[in-house]
């Protein structure tokens, strides 16, 4: 069956670190992959998506690339900042199916 | 105005008893879904329905029983509640007949003494 591999179930950084938080999946056909955050004390919500190989997602300065070569839809940010701590997921839909495969999470943490 | 309500925030209950989590969305979506966070464990998915129907159920224990009375609604019924069920259950909604991001409500933490 179809699924989504976070390698790293937490990460800590400082302050204006370069972040790469690692996603890797399996799939039959062409799905769409998502990133989704969730802050503390609230539900997840979309970061992007990107729906083709090559498509760049981007948002809040945060970016990842549809790669199908290698499976991969990894999350970077150039410079992180105390307020992106948070629980990273990635996901994926399948095609003609609209449910979501999740990842376990990564824990970002910020340290002051 | 919020999209998504779950009622209540915030859930005490004994072992034993069975509760009923709400939520409602606001969104126009036919495809709602049930998803359960235990404390430091990631997201697990629960169930879906889409018009009101069953389509995926991940949950082992028949003790848990979603309910659409209508179809901006998917409460979720629990009973002979335990410890181990103790989590945070957030309800979602999406649009369906293609691939739609998935929103999410603010989630009801349940406590089971």
């Known amino acids: 069956g179809d699924s989504v591999t976070q390698t790293e179930g937490q990460v800590a950084l400082s302050e204006e670190d370069f972040l790469t938080i690692h996603c890797n999946y399996s799939?039959?056909?062409?799905?769409?992959l998502f990133w989704y955050v969730q802050y503390p004390g609230e539900g997840p919500q979309l970061l992007f998506r990107a729906s083709r190989d090559k498509e760049k997602g981007s948002s809040r300065g945060f970016e990842a690339t549809y790669d199908k070569g290698t499976t991969s839809f990894h999350l970077r940010k150039a410079s992180v900042q105390e307020s992106d701590s948070a629980v990273y997921y990635c996901?994926?839909?399948?095609?003609?199916?609209?449910?979501?495969?999740w990842g376990s999470g990564t824990k970002l943490i910020i340290k002051p | 105005d919020p999209k998504i309500i779950q009622k209540p925030k915030y859930l005490v209950a004994v072992t034993g008893s069975e509760k009923i989590l709400i939520c409602e969305q606001y969104l126009g979506h036919n495809a709602m879904y049930w998803y359960r966070q235990s404390a430091k464990k990631p997201l697990e998915f629960m169930f879906s329905?889409?018009?009101?129907?069953?389509?995926d159920n991940q949950t082992a224990s028949s003790r848990f029983q979603p309910q659409s009375s209508k179809k901006n609604h998917l409460d979720l019924q629990i009973t002979a509640l335990k410890p181990d069920d103790s989590a945070t259950y957030f309800c979602a909604s999406s649009g369906t007949g293609g691939v739609y991001e998935q929103y999410f409500g603010p989630g009801t933490r349940l406590t089971v003494l």
């Open positions: 329905y889409s018009y009101q129907k069953l389509m």
């Open positions: 996901a994926l839909s399948a095609d003609s199916n609209y449910q979501l495969i």
């Open positions: 799939a039959s056909g062409y799905p769409t």
